[in-house]
């Protein structure tokens, strides 16, 4: 079975600092994808960045960015140019490439890094 | 596109009671998902819609809950006769699935409290 791990429980940032959030995983899948969600404070959860596993490149979008090290099966996200905005829960999740009629379309998820921006 | 909705954002029920719960999922995406959230953890995969059929249980679901979707649109989660451990945040997700990544988004979730 799948497992994600993110060690860090809280991280905290200066604003227009960078912070980087860590995850590690375990498969024997070959094939998958990754994802960063971000949950506000008693707000829903949105998707923050996703990365396809068969891909070499690091996934970006905006200030937001990866590193995927597939070998070592670790997918960090960096935040570059910290916002107050940013502060929240971050997810790391998995979801297997397989689709068999969708059975393993669930998304494992870790359990979570409280980020706190600081002005 | 409206996102995915659910009703009602905020349950209190005393122990013992029915309790259900509606998903709206985003409106071309034909898989919907739920999931429960305790405090301090990440969410649960409860179950799973493509369409109408529901595809997959996980063992968390046990014979008090029950999910439906009659028509492959809305969803409802009932918990029969709730208990106290029912206590979380249950959350719909739904996906496309001819999209590149079948990427799962999220509504605002429901706040279940069992007294």
């Known amino acids: 079975a799948q497992t994600v791990t993110q060690s860090q429980p809280e991280m905290s940032v200066q604003e227009a600092e960078t912070v980087t959030l860590s995850c590690t995983y375990d498969?024997?899948?070959?094939?998958?994808?990754l994802f960063w969600y971000k949950q506000p404070p008693s707000r829903q959860m949105i998707l923050v960045i996703r990365?396809?596993?068969?891909?070499?490149q690091n996934a970006t979008e905006n200030r937001f960015s990866v590193n995927f090290q597939k070998a070592a099966k670790s997918f960090s996200l960096k935040i570059s140019d910290s916002q107050l905005g940013d502060a929240a829960m971050y997810f790391c999740?998995?979801?297997?490439?397989?689709?068999?009629?969708?059975?393993?379309?669930?998304?494992?998820f870790g359990t979570g890094t409280l980020l706190a921006v600081q002005p | 596109d409206t996102g995915v909705s659910q009703d009602p954002r905020h349950k209190i029920t005393k122990r013992g009671q029915n309790v259900t719960f509606r998903c709206d999922p985003i409106?071309?995406?034909?898989?919907l998902y739920w999931y429960r959230q305790t405090l301090g953890q990440g969410p649960e995969f409860l179950t799973y819609?493509?369409?109408?059929?529901?595809?997959?249980k996980s063992r968390l679901l046990s014979d008090r809950f029950s999910a439906e979707r009659p028509k492959g649109s809305f969803s409802t989660l009932e918990i029969q006769r709730t208990e106290q451990g029912d206590s979380a945040m249950y959350l719909c997700?739904?996906?496309?699935?001819?999209?590149?990544?079948?990427?799962?988004?999220f509504g605002p979730g429901t706040r279940l409290t069992v007294l």
């Open positions: 997700a739904s996906s496309f699935q001819l999209s590149l990544t079948d990427t799962q988004y």
């Open positions: 498969t024997s899948e070959s094939d998958y994808y």
């Open positions: 990365q396809e596993a068969y891909k070499q």
């Open positions: 999740a998995y979801r297997s490439e397989v689709d068999y009629g969708g059975a393993t379309n669930k998304l494992i």
């Open positions: 409106s071309e995406h034909n898989r």
């Open positions: 819609f493509q369409n109408e059929a529901q595809l997959e």
